[in-house]
């Protein structure tokens, strides 16, 4: 089983700063089979997990996310879809108004978040993506989107 976790513009070696999660919204829930006659071959979905936006306001960042898990009936390239699961939501993480700021003032120049706050939001998001996942995927017929691993974000080596 190929798993695949695809983390966008997160990382930075820079920062370390402790954002709290003080909230946590799924928006919106997209689930969907593009074959049955596919569904019997079905393999672990490919899990890819979107940063879509990063906003403040005072001592609240604000990152609104996309989980996605896509169902195909092989590895190979030209394998068939079986469906997928869209999870859209928004985390609230707070700390202070200084430390928010520079976070949102770094997320729209670089797009990058810092390490110990990425990391803390991929966990949180996979946690919580996977478990919603399960349920949705139970009541179509899918394998449920199960990550159990902690996620560590590797820095990239000084130049």
């Known amino acids: ?73 092989s590895e190979a390239k030209d394998a068939k879809k079986v469906g997928h699961i869209k999870l859209e939501g928004v985390v609230e993480m707070t700390e202070g108004k200084e430390a928010a700021a520079s976070v949102l003032k770094k997320w729209t120049s670089e797009h990058m978040l810092p390490t110990q706050m990425a990391e803390e939001l991929i966990n949180s998001l996979n946690f919580r993506c996977s478990a919603t996942g399960t349920l949705v995927a139970y009541s179509i017929g899918l394998i449920p989107p199960m990550v159990v691993s902690t996620t560590k974000i590797q820095e990239p080596a000084k130049k």
């Not at 074959?35 to 609240?60: H, M």
Request: charged share 20%; net charge negative.
């Open 1 to 73: 089983m190929a798993n695949s976790l695809s983390i966008k513009y997160l990382a930075d070696i820079t920062d370390s700063v402790n954002f709290m999660i003080t909230g946590f919204s799924i928006l919106n829930v997209e689930a969907k089979i593009d074959s049955t006659t596919a569904l019997a071959k079905q393999r672990f979905p490919k899990l890819n997990i979107n940063i879509e936006k990063v906003d403040s306001t005072g001592d609240k960042v604000n990152v609104s996310y996309s989980f996605l898990a896509e169902y195909t009936d």
